[in-house]
DNA sequence: ACACATTAGTCCTCTATAGGACTTGACGCT
DNA sequence: AGCGTCAAGTCCTATAGAGGACTAATGTGT
């Protein structure tokens, strides 16, 4: 026999805490949490899986639909059950995405890191990401859109997680896009966020680097990242400066594709 | 026999253009898009609508569970599958909402009707609303938020479908959340959105209403709302007005609560 | 009055089974 | 080499049936 990956669930119809489909897609949430599957890596099939969790077809099914639901994994007819990987939520547009009007398409992004530090400074980064040693990477950097509007982005995360990524060199932060490399690297991909926004005159090192006028105003618009299970992972602040050119920041919402309006 | 509500759908197990699942809850969706159940009316059972439409209850049961993803239906144990009304979108935050630091306490919202007008003029409102005979309704407001943070809102609707708004005194508009009253009023409830954001001055008209000073930025919030089958109802632009005071627009995502974080 | 049991109505879970549909690669024929 | 067929592997759809669990209303006994 091979190596199962599942224990077959407890409890049969009745008698245990929570529905089997249920059980079962906790079960294999947390085995891909754990880095037993990586993003991009195929599931056993179906009824591989109700042979090794002792459930029918259909509730597996239904546990690998939560999941489809959830972001965690996708499925392909005739070809198998895959973890979502970064890839796959770029096209999910779960998250924002900078974008110009006309049509719908998107603007080439190019990042440049002007700082990467560790700090145990506390701050709402720390509210939110609530590291347990209290010490926070801190990357801050110019996004440019279309090569002719720039943002200033600062994303804060949990050291103990990410530790590797402070001894990154800068080259290699430079040009990717924080979510695919999280996603890709670390097994922690960005499913969910929490954001609010704020007309709030810039800070002058921002305005600086920016090249605006000292306490212009601009968006602050902040978006916490959650994970897996909606553990907070990141959390980042983006300032935007005012643009009479009509290029907008686009949030893809539910159900859906993201769809610029000019304003 | 009782009156049937649902004809039988049309191939079975093959030979069908679609699953016959998605035929039941798009049969469902049309149903309740005709009027056919109003928000908040309570859909037949489960074995009485497999017995209507010549399905399983299982597949009966998937096309609801689908209606609940769609935010069309809410279902509750022992009680009965109900068609969601305005109160119920409340909960699911799945548009936005003022809140203030401090918890997740949501402040008090006031709105004054600053002005109902029809018009034919075409803008980003008419590309996105598309109405068929280009009329529209417009309406603007002054929000309140917590009497102490003010927020210009306009909204735009196809005057074909909400005539009968434009007929509505300006006393029953007021103090009344769109969203509700679109909803109860006219079987029209906003289930999805899509948003623009700018920085950008705030117009001379509106800068003197929210009493700052002309030629103030601010945040420039296009929100696209869609009904069933993502019809586009609603075209909103908010005008928020710069606040070093910590009040924040926070809107909820896709799956959870939405959760302030202090800026 | 009040507390408790019963019952009808409803949704929820799960099973075992059957066949369909799509993808991929291997095989055999021209 | 190129093409068509076939088969294995996988997900997709659907069924009939059984029992469980929750809600609300009704009846019963103290």
């Not at 590291?131 to 859109?145: F, K, M, N, Q, T």
Request: proline residues 6%.
């Amino acid at each position: 026999m091979p190596a199962t990956t599942l224990r077959p669930v407890e409890g049969g119809r009745n008698g245990s805490p929570k529905a089997k489909h249920r059980q079962i897609s906790e079960r294999i949430l947390s085995a891909i949490e754990a880095g037993r599957w990586l993003p991009g890596d195929q599931l056993p099939a179906e009824d591989q899986l109700a042979a090794e969790t002792g459930a029918s077809l259909g509730t597996v099914q239904r546990a690998l639909r939560s999941l489809v639901a959830m972001g965690v994994v996708e499925r392909h007819h005739g070809k198998g059950t895959f973890v979502s990987g970064a890839r796959a939520q770029e096209q999910q547009l779960l998250h924002f995405r900078f974008m110009a009007e006309g049509g719908t398409q998107l603007l080439p992004v190019y990042f440049r890191i002007t700082g990467v530090e560790t700090t145990r400074e506390s701050g709402p980064w720390s509210q939110f990401l609530d590291s347990s040693d209290g010490e926070y990477i801190h990357i801050h950097r110019l996004v440019s859109v279309n090569d002719e509007f720039d943002v200033f982005s600062e994303i804060y995360l949990p050291a103990d997680r990410f530790s590797e990524l402070a001894r990154l060199s800068e080259t290699t932060l430079n040009g990717v896009s924080f979510r695919d490399m999280l996603a890709e690297r670390f097994n922690a991909p960005t499913l969910n966020a929490r954001q609010t926004m704020a007309c709030q005159p810039l800070p002058p090192r921002v305005s600086r680097l920016l090249g605006v006028m000292p306490g212009q105003y601009g968006i602050v618009w902040v978006i916490g990242g959650l994970s897996y299970r909606d553990a907070p992972i990141t959390w980042q602040r983006i300032f935007v400066p005012p643009s009479d050119r009509v290029i907008e920041i686009v949030q893809a919402m539910p159900h859906g594709q993201a769809k610029a309006v000019s304003l």
